[in-house]
């Protein structure tokens, strides 16, 4: 074990010293950003996605509300009941080809909150989409709407974007990536090729009775939707060519199911995380993805951890997901990682 550390020690070091290299020589782009809404293959219905890319335009404050609604009252209370991003709204894109992230959300989460990532991915050349998933059944923790729609909404937001009239020339096909947190790294890790069987998650809490806040999360309707789906259909995506997981949920994937997986993954778990255990999820996933597979425990970290900090009023509102464990410094951490997160992709979906 003693001897796997070291290793492991010197590999992130190699690997955060490269993304310093790759962070420092790449140019960066002022941020645009515009909504779209996508159709629902599984309910018909439109969701919203934010969207982030380069231009040359100069950016101005912008405030949004969770369901990317802009904030009509006066500055000075949008800063407390708002999201705010420096952004030129609905402006041209930059000349150029960009690659394009797809970032998925947690259960109950909002297309916002890894918003500083974005805003880190597209001033480096990427377009980023972060769809607010339908909630479906179940708050967004299980059900068809979830285990199915999920999916298959971050395939639609490709297929949107690579048909958009002015995005759609500038993305390469052939780099094309997924960020999830939590029940968005189970999004991501379907996609990239890990069918997902509602059966393992219900063998999962069976075995391991000690992920006691994962099983009982969302209470008895929750395990008895998950029982009920079903079989899952395919949902890889074959476009998407790398991941990233935060804090991820790997309880509905079989060991066999997640040696299918074959693009490049990089796995965040959180060390103080209480609601994916990291030996029962992030470890899991590091220990049974293919070799490749980068893996970071970021020491002192929550499950929440990996959603950008919220303006005051919002926080107040979004209680535990707000919160740190005592002594973390969620800003900071935030600055590492979405470097980290520009890098990795620079290195797995190099640009032509």
């Not at 609601?275 to 970071?296: D, F, I, M, N, W």
């Not at 535990?320 to 590492?336: I, L, S, T």
């Amino acid at each position: 074990m003693k001897c796997y550390r070291r290793w492991l020690g010197l590999v992130v070091f190699g690997l955060l010293l490269g993304v310093a290299l790759t962070t420092e020589s790449a140019p960066s782009s002022n941020v645009a950003y515009r909504r779209i809404d996508v159709q629902d293959v599984v309910t018909g219905e439109l969701f919203p996605a934010a969207v982030w890319y380069p231009t040359r335009a100069a950016p101005a404050p912008l405030f949004l509300t969770g369901p990317l609604s802009q904030c009509g009252l006066p500055t000075v209370l949008c800063r407390w009941i708002a999201f705010e991003m420096p952004v030129a709204t609905n402006a041209p894109p930059a000349d150029g080809k960009f690659g394009l992230v797809v970032i998925s959300h947690g259960a109950g989460g909002l297309p916002l909150n890894h918003r500083d990532l974005a805003m880190a991915l597209a001033a480096r050349g990427y377009v980023v989409a972060a769809p607010a998933h339908p909630r479906g059944t179940n708050n967004d923790i299980s059900g068809v709407g979830v285990w199915v729609g999920r999916p298959k909404q971050v395939s639609r937001v490709i297929d949107a974007l690579l048909e958009d009239a002015e995005l759609g020339s500038h993305i390469q096909r052939d780099r094309i990536g997924v960020v999830g947190h939590s029940n968005g790294g189970y999004t991501a890790l379907a996609v990239a090729g890990a069918k997902p069987s509602p059966a393992a998650s219900v063998a999962h809490c069976r075995q391991h009775p000690d992920d006691s806040r994962f099983c009982s999360f969302g209470g008895a309707a929750t395990r008895e939707a998950t029982r009920n789906v079903g079989d899952i259909p395919d949902l890889h995506d074959s476009r998407v060519r790398a991941i990233v997981l935060m804090a991820p949920n790997a309880a509905p994937f079989t060991d066999d199911a997640l040696a299918q997986v074959a693009v490049p993954v990089r796995v965040y778990g959180a060390e103080r995380d209480d609601l994916t255990l990291v030996r029962y999820h992030a470890e899991r996933l590091a220990k049974g993805l293919p070799p490749q597979t980068e893996y970071v425990l970021v020491k002192g970290a929550g499950h929440f951890s990996f959603v950008t900090s919220f303006p005051w009023a919002l926080g107040l509102m979004a209680g535990e997901a707000a919160r740190d464990p005592e002594g973390f410094d969620r800003n900071a951490m935030h600055e590492m990682l979405n470097a980290e997160i520009v890098g990795f992709f620079d290195r797995k979906l190099p640009s032509r």
